[in-house]
Protein backbone atom coordinates (compact mmCIF):
# COMPACT_ATOMS: atom_id res chain seq x y z
CA UNK A 1 0.00 0.00 0.00
CA UNK A 2 0.89 3.29 -0.69
CA UNK A 3 2.31 5.30 2.04
CA UNK A 4 0.10 8.41 3.04
CA UNK A 5 3.34 10.57 2.75
CA UNK A 6 3.80 9.56 -0.78
CA UNK A 7 0.97 11.27 -2.24
CA UNK A 8 0.89 13.99 -4.71
CA UNK A 9 -1.36 16.07 -2.72
CA UNK A 10 0.45 15.65 0.54
CA UNK A 11 3.69 16.68 -0.90
CA UNK A 12 2.45 19.47 -2.75
CA UNK A 13 0.42 20.21 0.50
CA UNK A 14 3.95 19.89 2.37
CA UNK A 15 5.86 21.82 0.22
CA UNK A 16 3.83 25.02 0.18
CA UNK A 17 2.84 25.13 4.11
CA UNK A 18 6.66 24.47 4.64
CA UNK A 19 7.86 27.57 2.57
CA UNK A 20 5.32 29.51 4.19
CA UNK A 21 6.09 28.92 7.64
CA UNK A 22 9.77 29.03 6.59
CA UNK A 23 9.12 32.40 4.65
CA UNK A 24 7.40 34.05 7.58
CA UNK A 25 9.88 33.07 9.93
CA UNK A 26 12.51 34.21 8.20
CA UNK A 27 10.83 37.81 7.01
CA UNK A 28 9.60 38.30 10.65
CA UNK A 29 13.05 37.85 11.71
CA UNK A 30 14.93 40.36 9.10
CA UNK A 31 12.35 43.25 10.18
CA UNK A 32 12.22 42.81 13.91
CA UNK A 33 16.31 42.96 13.65
CA UNK A 34 16.84 45.60 10.88
CA UNK A 35 17.29 48.36 12.97
CA UNK A 36 20.17 46.84 15.05
CA UNK A 37 21.74 45.79 11.85
CA UNK A 38 21.44 48.48 10.45
CA UNK A 39 23.02 50.57 13.12
CA UNK A 40 25.38 48.01 14.06
CA UNK A 41 26.39 48.81 10.04
CA UNK A 42 26.97 52.47 10.33
CA UNK A 43 28.98 52.05 13.39
CA UNK A 44 31.20 49.83 10.88
CA UNK A 45 31.59 52.67 8.62
CA UNK A 46 32.50 55.07 10.99
CA UNK A 47 35.73 52.83 12.33
CA UNK A 48 36.43 52.29 9.02
CA UNK A 49 36.90 55.31 8.16
CA UNK A 50 38.45 56.39 11.42
CA UNK A 51 40.51 53.59 11.23
CA UNK A 52 42.25 54.96 7.68
CA UNK A 53 42.97 57.91 8.97
CA UNK A 54 44.67 56.43 11.99
CA UNK A 55 42.26 57.16 14.85
CA UNK A 56 41.77 53.80 16.05
CA UNK A 57 43.00 51.54 19.47
CA UNK A 58 45.83 49.70 18.13
CA UNK A 59 48.46 48.64 19.26
CA UNK A 60 51.86 47.00 17.62
CA UNK A 61 50.32 43.94 16.09
CA UNK A 62 46.30 44.10 17.02
CA UNK A 63 43.65 45.72 14.59
CA UNK A 64 41.34 47.53 17.32
CA UNK A 65 38.85 49.82 16.28
CA UNK A 66 37.59 52.76 18.59
CA UNK A 67 34.44 51.41 20.79
CA UNK A 68 31.17 51.63 19.47
CA UNK A 69 29.90 53.80 22.14
CA UNK A 70 32.14 56.25 21.59
CA UNK A 71 32.44 56.38 17.45
CA UNK A 72 29.85 58.56 16.99
CA UNK A 73 31.24 61.13 19.16
CA UNK A 74 34.78 60.61 17.64
CA UNK A 75 33.72 60.53 14.24
CA UNK A 76 32.37 63.96 14.60
CA UNK A 77 35.50 65.40 16.58
CA UNK A 78 37.59 64.00 13.56
CA UNK A 79 35.58 64.44 10.32
CA UNK A 80 35.55 68.04 9.46
CA UNK A 81 33.89 67.45 6.47
CA UNK A 82 31.84 65.12 4.23
CA UNK A 83 31.90 65.98 0.32
CA UNK A 84 30.72 65.27 -2.60
CA UNK A 85 33.27 65.34 -5.83
CA UNK A 86 31.88 66.21 -8.61
CA UNK A 87 34.72 66.78 -11.61
CA UNK A 88 37.29 68.62 -9.87
CA UNK A 89 34.87 70.59 -7.42
CA UNK A 90 33.54 69.86 -4.22
CA UNK A 91 30.26 70.19 -2.55
CA UNK A 92 29.44 69.77 0.78
CA UNK A 93 27.13 67.01 1.79
CA UNK A 94 25.17 65.71 5.03
CA UNK A 95 25.92 62.56 6.04
CA UNK A 96 27.85 61.63 2.52
CA UNK A 97 29.03 58.14 4.41
CA UNK A 98 26.12 56.55 4.35
CA UNK A 99 25.93 57.16 0.79
CA UNK A 100 25.93 53.25 -0.93
CA UNK A 101 28.50 53.17 -3.53
CA UNK A 102 27.79 49.76 -4.63
CA UNK A 103 24.27 51.34 -5.67
CA UNK A 104 25.88 54.46 -7.09
CA UNK A 105 27.98 52.39 -8.91
CA UNK A 106 25.11 50.26 -10.89
CA UNK A 107 23.21 53.97 -11.25
CA UNK A 108 26.41 55.36 -12.81
CA UNK A 109 26.20 52.70 -16.06
CA UNK A 110 23.69 55.07 -17.39
CA UNK A 111 25.41 57.45 -18.66
CA UNK A 112 23.56 60.22 -17.87
CA UNK A 113 23.35 59.96 -13.99
CA UNK A 114 25.89 62.52 -12.10
CA UNK A 115 27.80 59.76 -9.80
CA UNK A 116 28.04 60.79 -6.26
CA UNK A 117 30.98 60.42 -5.06
CA UNK A 118 31.81 60.52 -1.27
CA UNK A 119 34.92 62.47 0.04
CA UNK A 120 35.45 62.96 4.19
CA UNK A 121 38.36 65.30 4.89
CA UNK A 122 39.39 64.27 8.38
CA UNK A 123 41.87 66.44 11.07
CA UNK A 124 44.27 64.55 13.23
CA UNK A 125 46.88 66.48 14.97
CA UNK A 126 46.83 69.73 12.49
CA UNK A 127 47.22 67.40 9.63
CA UNK A 128 44.36 66.60 6.74
CA UNK A 129 43.41 63.70 5.46
CA UNK A 130 41.89 63.03 2.50
CA UNK A 131 40.03 59.79 2.98
CA UNK A 132 37.90 57.80 -0.45
CA UNK A 133 36.20 54.66 -0.05
CA UNK A 134 36.46 52.05 -2.42
CA UNK A 135 34.19 48.78 -3.55
CA UNK A 136 35.43 46.36 -5.85
CA UNK A 137 35.17 42.41 -6.67
CA UNK A 138 37.51 39.48 -4.99
CA UNK A 139 37.99 35.94 -5.48
CA UNK A 140 34.29 35.14 -4.05
CA UNK A 141 32.51 38.33 -3.51
CA UNK A 142 32.81 41.62 -2.40
CA UNK A 143 36.03 43.57 -1.25
CA UNK A 144 35.55 47.07 -0.19
CA UNK A 145 37.80 49.73 1.73
CA UNK A 146 38.78 52.91 2.83
CA UNK A 147 42.42 54.91 1.75
CA UNK A 148 43.52 58.38 3.32
CA UNK A 149 45.54 60.30 1.10
CA UNK A 150 47.27 63.64 2.56
CA UNK A 151 47.27 66.66 0.37
CA UNK A 152 50.68 65.57 -1.62
CA UNK A 153 48.51 62.48 -2.57
CA UNK A 154 50.56 59.67 -0.77
CA UNK A 155 48.59 57.18 1.45
CA UNK A 156 48.54 57.65 5.25
CA UNK A 157 46.78 54.74 5.96
CA UNK A 158 44.18 52.13 4.33
CA UNK A 159 41.63 50.17 5.55
CA UNK A 160 40.71 46.86 3.80
CA UNK A 161 37.96 44.56 4.00
CA UNK A 162 35.74 41.27 2.06
CA UNK A 163 32.41 39.57 2.08
CA UNK A 164 33.80 35.89 1.85
CA UNK A 165 37.15 36.11 0.45
CA UNK A 166 39.44 32.48 1.60
CA UNK A 167 40.28 32.39 5.10
CA UNK A 168 43.93 31.98 5.44
CA UNK A 169 44.37 33.63 2.14
CA UNK A 170 42.27 36.09 0.54
CA UNK A 171 40.90 36.73 3.65
CA UNK A 172 44.14 38.29 4.89
CA UNK A 173 43.25 41.98 2.98
CA UNK A 174 41.96 42.81 6.37
CA UNK A 175 45.13 42.23 8.30
CA UNK A 176 47.84 44.63 9.68
CA UNK A 177 50.70 42.91 7.72
CA UNK A 178 49.06 43.44 4.32
CA UNK A 179 47.54 47.08 5.21
CA UNK A 180 50.30 48.51 6.67
CA UNK A 181 52.32 48.37 3.62
CA UNK A 182 50.62 50.61 1.92
CA UNK A 183 51.54 53.45 4.25
CA UNK A 184 53.55 55.83 2.70
CA UNK A 185 53.35 54.43 -1.01
CA UNK A 186 52.61 57.27 -3.30
CA UNK A 187 49.85 56.87 -5.90
CA UNK A 188 50.71 59.78 -8.17
CA UNK A 189 54.00 59.67 -10.78
CA UNK A 190 54.27 63.88 -10.93
CA UNK A 191 51.14 64.30 -12.31
CA UNK A 192 49.86 61.06 -13.97
CA UNK A 193 48.00 58.82 -11.74
CA UNK A 194 49.79 55.53 -10.64
CA UNK A 195 47.23 54.14 -8.27
CA UNK A 196 48.79 51.17 -5.95
CA UNK A 197 49.75 47.52 -7.39
CA UNK A 198 49.47 44.63 -5.07
CA UNK A 199 52.16 42.67 -6.82
CA UNK A 200 53.92 39.21 -6.95
CA UNK A 201 57.43 38.45 -7.83
CA UNK A 202 58.66 39.61 -4.00
CA UNK A 203 60.58 42.37 -5.68
CA UNK A 204 60.58 44.02 -2.43
CA UNK A 205 59.36 42.44 0.95
CA UNK A 206 59.68 45.04 3.38
CA UNK A 207 58.46 47.64 1.24
CA UNK A 208 60.89 49.59 1.32
CA UNK A 209 61.07 51.60 -1.50
CA UNK A 210 57.55 53.49 -1.38
CA UNK A 211 57.43 55.01 -4.85
CA UNK A 212 57.28 52.03 -6.77
CA UNK A 213 53.74 51.75 -6.79
CA UNK A 214 53.77 48.73 -5.62
CA UNK A 215 53.23 46.73 -2.11
CA UNK A 216 53.95 43.08 -1.50
CA UNK A 217 50.96 40.31 -2.66
CA UNK A 218 50.00 37.62 -0.43
CA UNK A 219 50.68 34.15 -1.28
CA UNK A 220 48.21 32.08 -2.33
CA UNK A 221 45.63 35.34 -2.47
CA UNK A 222 46.28 36.00 -6.24
CA UNK A 223 42.78 36.65 -7.59
CA UNK A 224 41.85 38.72 -4.30
CA UNK A 225 45.45 40.61 -4.46
CA UNK A 226 44.73 41.70 -8.16
CA UNK A 227 41.13 42.48 -7.09
CA UNK A 228 42.67 44.89 -4.52
CA UNK A 229 44.99 46.50 -7.11
CA UNK A 230 41.87 46.88 -9.68
CA UNK A 231 39.69 48.45 -6.99
CA UNK A 232 42.34 51.32 -5.75
CA UNK A 233 42.85 52.22 -9.51
CA UNK A 234 39.44 52.36 -10.41
CA UNK A 235 37.75 54.40 -7.93
CA UNK A 236 40.67 56.54 -7.10
CA UNK A 237 41.08 57.41 -10.49
CA UNK A 238 37.57 59.34 -10.41
CA UNK A 239 38.47 61.49 -7.50
CA UNK A 240 41.71 62.21 -9.33
CA UNK A 241 40.67 65.98 -11.35
CA UNK A 242 39.75 67.11 -7.53
CA UNK A 243 42.44 65.79 -5.54
CA UNK A 244 45.22 67.46 -8.17
CA UNK A 245 43.53 70.39 -7.37
CA UNK A 246 44.69 70.37 -3.80
CA UNK A 247 48.00 69.18 -4.28
CA UNK A 248 48.38 72.69 -6.58
CA UNK B 1 26.13 4.57 32.62
CA UNK B 2 23.74 7.21 33.92
CA UNK B 3 22.96 9.94 31.18
CA UNK B 4 24.44 7.55 28.04
CA UNK B 5 23.87 4.20 27.31
CA UNK B 6 26.51 1.80 25.69
CA UNK B 7 25.01 2.39 22.44
CA UNK B 8 24.87 6.32 22.78
CA UNK B 9 28.09 6.46 23.67
CA UNK B 10 29.38 4.98 20.94
CA UNK B 11 27.25 7.08 18.73
CA UNK B 12 29.13 10.14 19.80
CA UNK B 13 32.69 7.90 19.79
CA UNK B 14 32.81 6.27 16.91
CA UNK B 15 33.02 9.41 14.32
CA UNK B 16 35.85 10.40 15.94
CA UNK B 17 38.03 7.48 15.00
CA UNK B 18 36.68 4.58 12.98
CA UNK B 19 33.49 6.11 11.04
CA UNK B 20 35.25 9.09 11.11
CA UNK B 21 32.75 11.75 8.28
CA UNK B 22 35.90 12.65 6.38
CA UNK B 23 38.43 10.30 6.46
CA UNK B 24 36.27 6.78 6.35
CA UNK B 25 33.07 8.76 4.97
CA UNK B 26 33.99 10.68 2.82
CA UNK B 27 32.03 13.55 3.69
CA UNK B 28 32.66 17.30 4.21
CA UNK B 29 35.77 17.36 1.94
CA UNK B 30 34.99 20.35 0.30
CA UNK B 31 34.95 23.13 3.16
CA UNK B 32 37.62 20.58 4.86
CA UNK B 33 39.75 22.05 2.32
CA UNK B 34 38.81 25.30 1.87
CA UNK B 35 39.04 26.80 4.81
CA UNK B 36 41.98 25.05 7.03
CA UNK B 37 44.50 27.45 6.10
CA UNK B 38 44.58 28.48 9.51
CA UNK B 39 43.75 27.16 12.57
CA UNK B 40 41.09 29.59 14.46
CA UNK B 41 39.08 29.37 10.80
CA UNK B 42 39.39 25.88 11.41
CA UNK B 43 37.82 25.90 14.76
CA UNK B 44 35.30 28.42 13.84
CA UNK B 45 34.15 26.17 11.28
CA UNK B 46 33.92 23.39 13.75
CA UNK B 47 31.45 24.98 16.05
CA UNK B 48 29.52 26.38 13.65
CA UNK B 49 28.99 22.81 12.12
CA UNK B 50 28.62 21.49 15.76
CA UNK B 51 25.64 23.87 16.18
CA UNK B 52 23.73 23.58 12.94
CA UNK B 53 24.36 19.89 12.91
CA UNK B 54 22.94 19.09 16.14
CA UNK B 55 19.86 21.04 16.07
CA UNK B 56 19.53 20.28 12.46
CA UNK B 57 19.49 16.55 13.46
CA UNK B 58 16.92 16.97 15.88
CA UNK B 59 14.45 18.96 13.36
CA UNK B 60 14.93 16.58 10.81
CA UNK B 61 14.55 13.79 13.18
CA UNK B 62 11.07 15.64 14.61
CA UNK B 63 10.03 15.71 11.50
CA UNK B 64 11.15 12.49 9.96
CA UNK B 65 7.56 10.72 9.90
CA UNK B 66 5.91 13.78 8.05
CA UNK B 67 8.36 14.77 5.38
CA UNK B 68 7.37 13.17 2.12
CA UNK B 69 10.43 11.02 0.72
CA UNK B 70 10.26 12.15 -2.92
CA UNK B 71 10.96 15.93 -1.30
CA UNK B 72 12.80 14.71 1.21
CA UNK B 73 16.20 16.83 0.00
CA UNK B 74 14.77 19.56 -0.63
CA UNK B 75 13.34 19.89 2.85
CA UNK B 76 16.63 19.08 4.50
CA UNK B 77 18.30 21.97 2.77
CA UNK B 78 15.45 23.99 3.85
CA UNK B 79 16.10 23.12 7.29
CA UNK B 80 19.90 23.86 6.86
CA UNK B 81 19.71 27.07 5.64
CA UNK B 82 16.75 28.61 7.68
CA UNK B 83 18.81 27.53 10.63
CA UNK B 84 22.21 28.92 9.48
CA UNK B 85 20.41 32.20 8.33
CA UNK B 86 18.57 32.59 11.49
CA UNK B 87 21.88 32.26 13.59
CA UNK B 88 23.53 34.96 10.35
CA UNK B 89 20.73 37.52 11.54
CA UNK B 90 20.95 37.36 14.97
CA UNK B 91 24.95 37.60 14.90
CA UNK B 92 24.34 40.45 12.84
CA UNK B 93 22.73 42.32 15.96
CA UNK B 94 23.45 41.40 18.55
CA UNK B 95 27.64 40.21 17.69
CA UNK B 96 28.41 42.59 14.97
CA UNK B 97 31.82 41.46 15.21
CA UNK B 98 31.54 37.67 15.70
CA UNK B 99 29.03 37.42 12.56
CA UNK B 100 31.69 39.20 10.06
CA UNK B 101 34.04 36.39 11.47
CA UNK B 102 31.35 33.78 10.73
CA UNK B 103 30.33 35.47 7.03
CA UNK B 104 32.55 33.86 5.00
CA UNK B 105 31.47 30.30 7.18
CA UNK B 106 27.41 30.49 5.97
CA UNK B 107 27.46 29.23 2.38
CA UNK B 108 30.21 26.64 3.59
CA UNK B 109 27.81 25.65 6.35
CA UNK B 110 24.67 25.22 3.91
CA UNK B 111 26.80 23.67 1.27
CA UNK B 112 28.74 20.93 3.95
CA UNK B 113 27.67 17.20 2.84
CA UNK B 114 28.45 15.95 6.39
CA UNK B 115 25.11 18.11 7.05
CA UNK B 116 23.14 16.69 4.27
CA UNK B 117 24.76 13.34 4.62
CA UNK B 118 24.11 13.16 8.57
CA UNK B 119 20.23 14.22 7.70
CA UNK B 120 19.73 11.14 5.36
CA UNK B 121 21.22 9.04 6.74
CA UNK B 122 20.77 9.04 10.35
CA UNK B 123 18.03 11.50 11.39
CA UNK B 124 15.59 10.66 9.15
CA UNK B 125 15.15 6.92 10.68
CA UNK B 126 16.01 7.61 14.40
CA UNK B 127 14.69 9.48 16.95
CA UNK B 128 15.47 12.70 18.17
CA UNK B 129 18.06 12.21 21.46
CA UNK B 130 19.91 9.65 19.19
CA UNK B 131 20.18 11.94 16.16
CA UNK B 132 21.39 15.03 18.49
CA UNK B 133 24.21 12.62 19.47
CA UNK B 134 25.22 11.64 16.08
CA UNK B 135 25.14 15.15 15.01
CA UNK B 136 27.28 16.03 17.89
CA UNK B 137 29.50 12.79 17.41
CA UNK B 138 30.22 13.58 13.99
CA UNK B 139 30.64 17.06 14.19
CA UNK B 140 33.49 16.44 16.49
CA UNK B 141 35.00 13.97 14.07
CA UNK B 142 34.60 16.49 11.00
CA UNK B 143 36.40 18.83 13.73
CA UNK B 144 39.28 16.83 15.09
CA UNK B 145 40.29 16.47 11.45
CA UNK B 146 39.95 20.04 10.45
CA UNK B 147 41.87 21.12 13.68
CA UNK B 148 44.76 18.99 12.89
CA UNK B 149 44.86 19.73 9.23
CA UNK B 150 44.40 23.71 9.95
CA UNK B 151 47.39 22.79 12.81
CA UNK B 152 50.29 21.26 10.12
CA UNK B 153 49.20 23.70 7.15
CA UNK B 154 48.85 26.89 9.15
CA UNK B 155 52.44 25.66 10.87
CA UNK B 156 54.06 25.02 8.08
CA UNK B 157 52.76 27.38 5.55
CA UNK B 158 52.66 30.51 7.00
CA UNK B 159 55.13 29.50 10.37
CA UNK B 160 52.29 30.88 12.73
CA UNK B 161 49.35 29.31 15.30
CA UNK B 162 46.61 30.91 15.89
CA UNK B 163 48.05 33.85 14.45
CA UNK B 164 50.56 33.84 16.42
CA UNK B 165 54.51 33.77 14.90
CA UNK B 166 55.72 30.63 16.66
CA UNK B 167 59.02 30.04 14.30
CA UNK B 168 60.11 33.26 14.05
CA UNK B 169 60.00 35.75 12.25
CA UNK B 170 60.57 35.24 8.46
CA UNK B 171 61.38 38.98 7.16
CA UNK B 172 63.81 40.03 10.16
CA UNK B 173 65.03 35.39 9.72
CA UNK B 174 64.95 35.15 13.10
CA UNK B 175 64.04 32.06 15.35
CA UNK B 176 64.48 28.84 12.65
CA UNK B 177 64.45 31.46 9.60
CA UNK B 178 68.36 31.81 10.54
CA UNK B 179 68.98 28.65 9.82
CA UNK B 180 67.97 28.72 6.50
CA UNK B 181 64.36 27.33 6.93
CA UNK B 182 61.94 28.72 4.53
CA UNK B 183 57.66 28.71 4.84
CA UNK B 184 56.43 26.55 2.58
CA UNK B 185 53.34 28.59 1.15
CA UNK B 186 52.18 25.43 -0.90
CA UNK B 187 51.00 24.50 2.34
CA UNK B 188 48.40 27.27 2.12
CA UNK B 189 47.05 26.23 -1.28
CA UNK B 190 44.29 23.77 -1.38
CA UNK B 191 45.75 20.59 -2.87
CA UNK B 192 48.04 20.11 0.12
CA UNK B 193 44.88 20.18 2.30
CA UNK B 194 43.98 17.00 0.00
CA UNK B 195 47.95 15.80 0.54
CA UNK B 196 47.24 16.30 4.29
CA UNK B 197 44.12 14.61 4.80
CA UNK B 198 45.03 11.78 2.56
CA UNK B 199 47.91 11.05 4.73
CA UNK B 200 45.96 11.07 8.02
CA UNK B 201 43.80 8.46 5.77
CA UNK B 202 46.93 6.52 5.38
CA UNK B 203 47.82 6.47 8.84
CA UNK B 204 44.52 5.35 10.43
CA UNK B 205 44.27 2.81 7.95
CA UNK B 206 47.84 1.24 8.04
CA UNK B 207 46.63 1.70 12.19
CA UNK B 208 43.27 -0.13 11.74
CA UNK B 209 43.46 -2.66 8.97
CA UNK B 210 40.10 -3.69 8.96
CA UNK B 211 38.88 -0.26 7.43
CA UNK B 212 40.86 -0.76 4.16
CA UNK B 213 38.45 -1.29 1.58
CA UNK B 214 39.56 -4.27 -0.87
Known sequence: MEKRTDKNLYTILFAIIMVLVVGSILAFLATALKPNIDENKRFEKQQNILYAMGVNDNDEKSIAFIPTDKVGEMFTQYIKKQLIVQGDKAVDYEEAYLIDIKKEATKAKDASYQRKLPLFVGEKDGEEFYIIPMRGKGLWDAIWGFVALDKTLVVKGVFFDHKGETPGLGANINQRFFMDDFTGEHVLDGTTFKGVTVAKGNADPKNNNKTDYEVDAIAGATITGDGVSAMIKKDLRMYMPYLQTLKN | ?214
Open chain 2, 1 to 214: MGLLSKKDTKLITDPLADNNPITIQVLGICSALAITAELEASIVMSIAVLFVLGVGNVVISLMRNIIPSKIRIIVQLIVVATLVIIVDLVLKAFAYELSKTLSVFVGLIITNCIIMGRFEAFALANGPWKSFLDGIGNSLGYAVILIIVGFFRELLGSGTLLGIPVLGDAIEKTGVYAFGYENNGFMLLAPMALITVGLIIWVQRSRNTELVED
